[in-house]
């Protein structure tokens, strides 16, 4: 199963799960997909940004995605094939679309500067990879420091057939989705599924201005399933209420650097995890940044029980 | 009255209001003044960032600090004087100076990269515009693109006696608060006024890291106040509560480009611009933006009746 | 007389003279002016990217600025205005034409990144400054890390007629010029002037290219306008003959930041400047560079007397 | 046997051949290293910046490698491993290291800022690849964005024994070498090898100020052999004419993008490769280029009879 221009609801952003020693640990592999599954989520991005695939050996790579997809139980697996050359990002996707992903998620090198360099990066990526996997146009700036325009996006829609999603993560970044979407109904682009990263931080006013979920991977994915389901059912107060409650949280996750050690550590909490440990290179959690997350998750607690996790 | 290290409370960055012809508005610098006193906050930042300064004619701005120098109350009103060179910076220096500025603010150029490279453009701008004026260093590389180490820091502070705050905006920031009053407590550098930007963002958690208070012009200044009271009295819940209620805002606020369009937009509706119009060029705020600031505050009424303005 | 687009020769990079106590050598100013009439330059440049503008407080410029044109004996003299803001540019842009200036040079921010970011800002500025002005696009990607494509320029063109010139610095460049007469030869663009700068390392190929001549201030102005002429006069072998002799020189100076101390320290030795002195900030000039250039200079007194300077 | 401080000579950057076809061009490689051996040279590095290491498939890029080393005839052969995860980089190191290699090359990815931030990345690089395996620290910020000041090459060189070589190509250069050789000389440093990049543009300078050599794929290596010989038999003069002849051609090639086009070219003309292909995505050779190349060529062939190739 091939991923689509139709893709709606949350796609969460995996982790890499490590023991202390810094091996792979399978189980918690297992129970995050299960997790996954069972919390709504419509798919699964793995080795992306956060993923710390840059810190895996060619092999456990491979094996994370497989693991992932083996027990997905059918959800859609995406991949992040982002490489320094074309030769290595087109041979990482054969393989994995051999193991069974969905399709694959390709950011932008931060040489990029004009627009005419960007479209023919992701022409010359498309053909490179084969024109028969479906990619993903990830389009973060703040890290990247890649700028795409709307035209540059539409451009790029236009000229591969291959591009079904942009991973949405440019700040600031709601007129974008509007500008795009308008595109859609002007006839000058075809659809595309847009969903947002940047650790959900505007999920409650991205979902209005016509994205079509999340692909994140804040700590509580389950949470981003019930915004984006109480947007669709109408409910837009009390997905606010629901999105606010959070905000403190998903604003400290969000902070580059430290965050992922953030969000391996809630997910510690919340028991599925065994470890919240990084591979070196890695930001530490000190002492205090912990107390912080503790009392985050202490308030929280009091408005979603999901976050009343034992100490 | 000159600014010093033992700066504390909210120095608010303040907006420069416009008419919608373009031209300065008086009265809503006036009714502005008059406001930051009454809120609370310790002093004014003129020509900030987000001031617009680059939009105004050497004269304007002179009027426009002088303005506010008149009517501040004996609040200490400090100005930005970042410029491509010296010897405009030092011209700017004086004349604000003169006019009765408590200090300066200097932003490094973002061209810096190399820490010698930042540590020596302090020392020269601190001797081009005079040792006996107090400076402040903004550390925003966000926007600047310039990195600086607390250890760079300590060096600026160091060799530079007129050297008295740091604007804290680095993203994350909060270790490097923690970082800054360890190398305070161990001696190896003297003690500075913290202050901290970025819209308020981090506030809740900067001041329990050690900041004395805040430096940004979120549209709430006398929310900012009301915080950094709460945590002065050991009212950690209180604070966070407050904080959380104002933070859907706070973030949205917080957008580059459209951020200052929203903050104008919100003084206007709290009756204290005149007009909610930038100076070109200016991102636009759209119909649909405008609604959702609208929605925002809307929802924080509920928690904080300042922000029950009428329509 | 105001700059057109028929603009050929060699418009040179004039320098900000000083005596070595920094203060403006009004006497080198002029013996520059009759050196530039003499040597054949058809225009000269002032306040530069090296005329070391942003050390000038904002009278002196003007000084400078008047200073040159009162001695120019005709030829258009051009004011480099690149600033922060668009009210400070069109300030200066004023005073300089009321001065008796050709036209304006504008450099882009290093802040933009896309296409449309670069055309809008071209608009915006011609706007600002009064489309009766005639500008210079600069575009030097080694310096201010935007880049142009020629698709940009020929928006750019087309929609600004007071665009009369290209100041050509990209990097490689050969391309560019021929894809810009490309673009006039199938109709696209209007003609524009396009001369060279990067201290003129490609002239001897960028003449043949199509470039209508030089716009940098190389040591030797007086050579540049003999290759532009031999071009002209189609003796190509021999305009690469003279170009090849200066080529160890031209490289030696071309290098950022000690570059302009070495043009100055040969414009001295040639008894053009009375001092070398820079204001700081500066690199300063070490021994062993006066003596790497000194050994340049020698060298190419063998093939080019006019490097047969006295010690 | 494994790279040292004491490398001297000239170290060449050799290209990766191929058919027009695309396919790796073995017996060209064979060729290749004969000609390096005949001509002098001291070492081969392989898969550098201009190698077109990121157009290889893995298994590729080894079997370069190997073939390098079996025809080396005992050179010592540097492979450049740069790579965005430590652990890609040290599975390389590892297979390079077993295929027989000297050393290896690492340049710093180009977010890296603050002078903590590079000492760190070499630090954890050299652990991550093993303190066993020499390595080189590749210095060039024009590409990659990162400068590097002579104390921070200090710390690297001091925290990590494996350091046994910098690949000199910052710009402006000469200065940073006298800095570290002037580092050695007051004992704060030990003694590294440095060997000049840039496609020798500053060579003939660089030798004098305390280079080691040259570490760069100029089309004539056997002229930098040349270059370096006589600067070590005092023969300052006879260097620099060698070198001035070819320095219009020097600096041709130097240009980024579409310099390793007419390097290969001019290997190819001079019957080394059999073909002047590129694998995509490669900056064309136009016309007009090649036309300029052998312009270029037949100036120089009067001076040095190695570049009268047949047309």
């Excluded at 005419?116 to 024109?131: H, K, M, P, T, W």
Aim: glycine share 8%; charged share 20%; aromatic share 8%.
């Amino acid at each position: 199963m091939k991923l689509t221009a139709e893709q709606k609801g949350v796609v969460v952003i995996a982790p890499t799960p490590f023991l202390d020693d810094g091996s792979i640990d399978v189980p918690s592999i297992d129970r995050l997909a299960d997790f996954y599954v069972q919390a709504g989520t419509t798919g699964i991005t793995v080795l992306g940004q956060l993923g710390e695939a840059p810190k895996l050996a060619f092999d456990e790579a491979a094996s994370v995605v497989a693991r992932y997809i083996s027990k997905a139980q059918g959800l859609p697996v995406v991949v992040g094939v982002s490489a320094p050359g074309f030769a290595a990002m087109a041979a990482l996707s054969k393989q994995v679309m051999d193991l069974g992903a969905a399709g694959v998620m390709i950011a932008p090198p931060n040489t990029l500067r004009t627009d005419d360099q960007i479209v023919n990066y992701y022409r010359q990526a498309s053909r490179a990879i084969g024109e028969d996997i479906p990619f993903i146009i990830q389009d973060y700036p703040l890290t990247f420091s890649v700028q795409m325009t709307p035209g540059v996006i539409r451009r790029i829609v236009s000229e591969n057939p291959a591009c079904v999603m942009l991973k949405h993560e440019d700040w600031p970044g709601l007129e974008k989705i509007s500008t795009l979407r308008g595109f859609e109904r002007d006839g000058s682009m075809r659809h595309i599924s847009i969903m947002c990263g940047n650790n959900g931080l505007f999920l409650d006013f991205e979902m209005s201005r016509g994205a079509d979920g999340a692909n994140t991977g804040y700590c509580f994915p389950d949470m981003l399933c019930d915004v984006v389901r109480l947007y669709g059912e109408g409910k837009r107060d009390a997905a606010h209420d629901l999105f606010d409650a959070h905000l403190p949280l998903i604003r400290y996750e969000q902070q580059p650097g430290v965050g992922l050690a953030v969000r391996k550590y809630v997910l510690m909490r919340r028991g599925l995890l065994s470890s919240a440990a990084l591979r070196q290179p890695a930001a530490p959690l000190t002492a205090q940044t912990r107390e912080e997350v503790d009392y985050l998750l202490a308030r929280l607690a009091k408005h979603d029980r999901r976050a009343a996790v034992a100490p």
